[in-house]
């Protein structure tokens, strides 16, 4: 069994940045798709970004693109999302999100792993 635990959410400004780190623990880590998600009050559970097994491949949804980075420590069986410009808009819990297939789906319907998620507020 797979567990995910976040942190590094937190209150910034608008424009401001934060890192969120997501470590694993159990077997398959390297074997893992990975990614994370959010939802807002009222909203459903979106996709924000993903990352291949290896950590050559990147997605990411567009309203994010050009301002958040996910990143992986295959060594350290953690993932990062560094996430830069930050709007009002980005204010969400944010989950980690694992997968054994070869990529992480979009659909939070399916994803199998799911961390308890770290709050992100951005003030404007």
Do not use: H
């Not at 993903?50 to 060594?75: C, L, P």
């Not at 989950?95 to 770290?118: D, N, V």
């Amino acid at each position: 069994q797979v567990q995910l635990a976040e942190s590094g959410g937190g209150l910034v400004q608008a424009g401001g940045s934060l890192r969120l780190s997501c470590a694993a623990s159990g077997p398959f880590f390297s074997v893992l798709a990975l990614g994370w998600f959010r939802q807002a009050p009222g909203q459903e559970r979106e996709f924000v970004a993903a990352i291949t097994r290896s950590g050559d491949d990147e997605y990411y949804a567009d309203s994010v693109k050009g301002r958040f980075t996910i990143s992986r420590d295959n060594a350290k069986n953690t993932v990062y999302l560094q996430m830069i410009s930050l709007k009002p808009e980005d204010t969400a819990l944010y989950y980690c999100a694992a997968s054994r297939l070869a990529l992480l789906p979009k659909r939070a319907q399916i994803i199998e792993f799911w961390g308890q998620g770290t709050q992100v507020t951005v003030s404007s």
